[in-house]
């Protein structure tokens, strides 16, 4: 299992974002790149990060759009803001919308590091996993652990809309919400249903609650 923080890096400037991976990496985490803030917004719904590193000006999606979109489904992941916009109001419009932090371009790269710190620090994921009805959700490992100690292992899109659930218990999410968050490459409502089958199929028809008409939520846990 790998222990390192992740992080999530959307910079479409893509030689500033090898930068920024080759730095990030040789200070222990583990990088994604996106370039876009379409692909970002997926990434942080379907994946697990500890810290998120935004440019405000991606295409396709703003950075602060992304941000506040992520904040209004319940994500919490601190965000800090790259910008090459770095006067006081565009900081407090950053800080306003979403983000825990906001560090103008050109930025020294001890400060960016030590900044990225501090929001761990601030927001450690429990380490004990998410629960679920029946047990717990390691979503890293991508493994179910039943109270009995059995382990079931998911695939990557099991994995993925179960826990992006499991993290806002009592939400219920839209077959369109779903399609979006974790399976961007298709254009069928169809496939959430597919995947809801097969997590029932697994783990007991109680993992995922059906409300008519609406969509999808965690089961209820007891």
């Given at each position: 299992m790998d222990e390192r923080p992740r992080v999530l890096v959307a910079e479409d400037d893509r030689r500033l974002a090898e930068m920024l991976r080759q730095l990030l990496e040789a200070d222990g985490y583990v990088v994604v790149l996106a370039h876009d803030g379409q692909r970002a917004l997926h990434l942080a719904m379907s994946e697990d990060f500890d810290v998120l590193l935004f440019d405000r000006g991606l295409p396709g999606r703003e950075g602060l759009d992304v941000i506040e979109g992520l904040r209004r489904q319940g994500n919490t992941v601190p965000a800090l803001i790259l910008s090459a916009l770095g006067n006081p109001a565009d900081r407090v419009e950053g800080l306003t919308r979403g983000a825990e932090d906001y560090l103008a371009k050109p930025f020294d790269v001890d400060e960016l590091l030590a900044r990225l710190r501090v929001l761990r620090r601030k927001t450690a994921e429990p380490s004990g996993g998410l629960p679920v009805p029946g047990g717990i959700l390691h979503a890293r490992r991508h493994e179910?652990?039943?109270?009995?100690?059995?382990?079931?292992?998911?695939?990557?899109?099991?994995?993925?809309?179960?826990?992006?659930?499991?993290?806002?218990?009592?939400?219920v999410f839209s077959r369109q919400e779903l399609l979006d968050a974790v399976f961007a490459d298709a254009d069928d409502t169809g496939v959430v249903d597919a995947y809801v089958h097969h997590l029932r199929r697994k783990l007991g028809r109680g993992c995922v609650h059906t409300v008519r008409g609406v969509g999808y939520a965690l089961g209820a846990l007891s």
């Open positions: 179910f652990v039943a109270r009995d100690g059995a382990v079931t292992p998911l695939s990557q899109r099991e994995n993925d809309l179960l826990a992006l659930l499991a993290r806002r218990p009592g939400q």
